[in-house]
T-cell receptor, first 119, second 116 residues
């Protein structure tokens, strides 16, 4: 079972600035991954970035990076050089698996953080 | 377009009617998932399939809900005797496989259901 906490209901950032969205999790699964999704007002969930629990390096994907601290059970998303199009809801979601890394399937989503980018 | 597709995108129905939604996953993906999302909340897992087999069902999936994936390709989600509480966005996702790693799930655009 997983529990996910996103403590920031809303965040504001100036265009071109960096912003960090917080995510803490609790899981009893032997292996797991942390997924971040973006949901604009259109409603579609867009995959952004993934961090595996056994990955030693923090994941990066373009302007997105993860600040993964396994001991603290946190996986914060950092968006650099914010753009107006980044305004959306952001969800952190852990996915669990067995010791061999086979996925259990479902993702558990947090409450989300609404990011607003100001010009 | 080779992404996940869902049909219809919007459905308005009267309480007590039955509705059926369709999801077409990315063609080479073995796993297919259904989630429900109400306003202001994150998506909640409903069920998922690996090929034709339905491997897990959430307790949220009452007896009025049924999902199928008869040929391991597209899936349908049916809600019988709809209630106003069923109003939500129904999201479908697919992922490549169920073994060898924690696969990324790719979502479709969703079906927004409104029960009057």
């Amino acid at each position: 079972a997983q529990k996910i906490t996103q403590t920031q209901p809303g965040m504001f950032v100036q265009e071109k600035e960096a912003v960090t969205l917080d995510c803490t999790y609790d899981t009893s699964d032997q292996s797991y991954g942390l997924f971040w999704y973006k949901q604009p007002s259109s409603g579609e969930m867009i995959f952004l970035i993934y961090q595996g629990s056994y990955d030693e390096q923090n994941a990066t994907e373009g302007r997105y990076s993860l600040n993964f601290q396994k001991a603290r059970k946190s996986a914060n998303l950092v968006i650099s050089a914010s753009q107006l199009g980044d305004s959306a809801m952001y969800f952190c979601a852990p996915g669990g698996g067995d010791a061999g890394g086979t996925s259990y399937g479902k993702l558990t989503f947090g409450q989300g953080t609404i990011l607003t980018v100001h010009p | 377009d080779t992404g996940v597709s869902q049909d219809p995108r919007h459905k308005i129905t009267k309480r007590g009617q039955n509705v059926t939604f369709r999801c077409d996953p990315i063609s080479e993906h073995n796993r297919l998932y259904w989630y429900r999302q109400t306003l202001g909340q994150g998506p909640e897992f409903l069920t998922y399939f690996q090929n034709e087999a339905q491997l897990e069902k959430s307790r949220l999936l009452s007896d009025r809900f049924s999902a199928e994936r008869p040929k391991g390709s597209f899936s349908t989600l049916e809600i019988q005797r709809t209630e106003q509480g069923d109003s939500a966005m129904y999201l479908c996702a697919s992922s490549p496989s169920g073994s060898g790693g924690l696969d990324t799930q790719y979502f479709g655009p969703g079906t927004r259901l409104t029960v009057l």
